[in-house]
């Protein structure tokens, strides 16, 4: 069996599963979302600010947040042991790797920590 | 009629770079053949040195699979009056794979990927004095399965193998591996199935299904690989 450091989890069927999972969440969302602003066509700051001060609506949101980081992860791990190997880049390929990765993950989790703190910051 | 022929050429001990050579054949209009009696006509006519893999020249030994004006196929069993366009036809090696020389490929890489997939009966019952009995239902779940004859069409036409042929499978392989997953007399379902776990093997399928488009015999590796990835879950959840 082969192994991977740096996928998601380490087993392609897990991975698998979670993309899957985290794209019915995702495409829930979106569509809660578009169905709110087809509703609210002259939307005011105020219904914006009440739709986010509601909990539900905050822990859903923070859900597809999530969701979003480890979709964003697993495609781009993906598409990171595609095009960076030896075959194109040769022995600089590792570096390009893992400088790909790095740059990704923690874009992820700035999107992770700072979307988590907007989000819990809407007063109630 | 006119056809233009233009054939991808390379010999590493003689060319720095491939190249596509043109040859021009003339037909009667109503004439029509497969693409390897073409290269066999190009070869004893126009160019001997021309180099192309062919054995039973009736799909069944899939010895001459190649990319035809740009889809791979069996060059024995494609008709010309079915691939040339324009009064053209483009002939290159499968996709991906080292040129040895000219339409020739090194399969070494392919057939590792079938190596690993343990392309044979496991059985740990005590052998029976005749042979290993399968119900006609259980016979047919092989169809569609067994008639595989390890051309490479479709791994050579799957970008996945394309950037991955050390870890990723392929297709054929993935076929090759259900096909013994689905089979009744085999008793080596887990080990098989932990060997295909990780996050390559099977995983690396993204659905792009070229491999269904060219498979010359008409199987369909993407649907194996979706049965695997079912008793994968079946297996793990």
Known sequence: ?124 | MNLLVQIYRYNPCVHDHPYLQDYSIDFPAETDMMVLDLLHLIQETQDETLSFRRSCREGVCGSDGMNINGVNGLACIMPLSQVVKKNKLVLRPLPGMPVVRDLVVDMALFYKQYEKIQPYLINDQPIPVQERLQTPEDREKLDGLYECILCACCSTACPSFWWNPEKYIGPAGLLQSYRFLADSRDTAKKERLSNLSDPFSVFRCRGILNCVNVCPKGLNPAKAIGHIRHLLLEEST
């Open chain 1, 1 to 124: 069996m082969l192994n991977n450091a740096t996928s998601l989890s380490r087993s392609g069927l897990r991975d698998w599963l979670i993309q899957r999972a985290t794209a019915i969440i995702l495409s829930a969302y979106f569509i809660f979302i578009l169905v709110y602003l087809f509703r609210h066509p002259h939307l005011t700051y105020y219904e914006w600010h009440a739709l986010f001060s509601n909990t539900w609506v905050k822990i859903f949101s923070v859900m597809a947040l999530i969701a979003m980081v480890l979709h964003s992860w697993i495609g781009l791990w993906t598409i990171s042991t595609d095009y960076f190997i030896a075959r194109f880049q040769g022995s600089k390929a590792v570096y390009i790797r893992l400088a790909f990765q790095g740059f990704f993950a923690l874009l992820l989790l700035i999107y992770l920590l700072f979307g988590v703190q907007i989000l819990w910051g809407v007063s109630s």
